[in-house]
């Protein structure tokens, strides 16, 4: 079992990962009305694998012998002014995630807390691959910013995202 305060801030990960997926499923919803149905394609396979994410934490607070709480999940926006500025929105939104899980695990270290320190370290290596995706699209963005031809080329590479098999 872990503590309760270990059990809050694990129930809180596991909301803020809901909001992740809410976050994408909105940019996807964007993009649609947008037709760059490419750019949502990635979005919708980044819904689902932050969703992932959060049934890791849940799955993880019932094995721990602990209690899962859901809480109320905000809006997300669901407006961009370009899909350059959606990708700024995802890597931004990636390091506040990669801030949370470093919290996560200053928790555990001073509650000495191992089992969960080694759970979160698939999420610590998760959120360099995050980071980097994120940083990748923007730098393709940035490139394809206000050249139709080459949004229409980016669209058609994000359209091959398929999910992830590493969700393990």
């Excluded at 393709?140 to 091959?160: H, P, S």
């Amino acid at each position: 079992m872990v503590s309760k305060n270990m059990e809050k801030a694990l129930n809180a990960q596991l909301n803020a990962e809901i909001y992740s997926g809410y976050l994408y499923l909105s940019m996807a919803a964007y993009f649609e009305d947008e037709d760059l149905a490419g750019f949502a394609n990635w979005m919708r396979v980044q819904a689902n694998e932050e969703l992932g994410h959060g049934m890791k934490f849940y799955d993880y607070i019932i094995r721990r012998g602990s209690s899962v709480t859901l809480t109320a999940i905000d809006a997300p926006q669901t407006e961009w002014d370009s899909p350059l500025a959606a990708f700024k929105h995802v890597l931004e939104h990636e390091q506040m995630v990669t801030g949370l899980i470093n919290d996560l695990v200053n928790i555990s270290i001073e509650e000495k807390d191992h089992a969960t320190n080694n759970f979160l370290q698939w999420f610590v290596e998760e959120q360099v691959e995050e980071e980097e995706n994120a940083m990748d699209l923007l730098a393709k963005a940035k490139l394809a910013d206000g050249d139709n031809r080459l949004i229409y080329e980016l669209n058609k590479e994000l359209a091959t995202r398929v999910p992830s098999e590493s969700q393990d």
